[in-house]
């Protein structure tokens, strides 16, 4: 299984049933915690094997599927070693998850529960009183298949070059005439950046004085945040309609499909 694979197939199972984890299986996957990046290499973390059962046992206080582990593996970390410490070990972790995926296992982030009983767990361990024991991953046999989680899509989350932006559309109440005007030219010129908008190739055209549509304004601003209070700002006078641009840079290239994140008419 390669690492993409590994990837789309982790997923975090809370019901497991007893399997045969060959040591060399375990510390495959403690050595890709071992093998994590970590911030300037300061490697603040050491792994716990756990195959005992009475010790299995115990950690279900954390949380009770991990009685029905094969084994676990828990991750101590020096907090005074290094201020990454946290994200040392989740590095670790990520990369122990992915390769108890790829070596066929099922496996549990464990770190909220364990942190209600930290403490508790750090004496069922033996772990000095000064180091942090944050994570443990049990892992077993899935008793049944599942899926991952769902996970928020790809366009939503991914931007090219930049933070989103919002291309706020501000249609100023003239008279009749100007307006329908105004409102036809604009409404023209939104369908054709909706529409690829290549013929957008700027911000200057989107401010243009000579653009023809006087009774409009648009405004390319960072967030929806500021599109709520500026169509609140303009409501009364206004007409104002948002569109989400994913690349503020580039708008004619990245204006997306409009997810109307505003309306206000008077
Ligand atoms: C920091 C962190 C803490 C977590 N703590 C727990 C936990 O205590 N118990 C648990 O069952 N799952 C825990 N999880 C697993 C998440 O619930 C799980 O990753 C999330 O629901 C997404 O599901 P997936 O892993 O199947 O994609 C934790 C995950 C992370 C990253």
Redesign the pocket.
Known sequence: MNVFEAIEQ???V?SLVPTEIPMEDLEKIVDAGRLAASGMNTQPREFIIITDKKIIEQLSM??GFIRDASAVIAIVADESASRFWLEDM?ASTSNMLLAATALGYAS???????LRVEDEAKKVLGVPADKKLIVAIPLGKAARAGS??P?KPFDEIVHYDGIPAILLRISRLGDRGKRAKGKMEISVMVREIMSGCERITNYELLHAPDFGVRSSEFFLIPNSDAVLSACALHADRSRCEAFRVRNPKSVHSTLVANPSATSNSK
Do not use: F, N
């Open positions: 982790r997923r975090s809370r954390a949380q989740s549990c982030w464990v770190e909220g529960t364990l991952q989680a996970k």
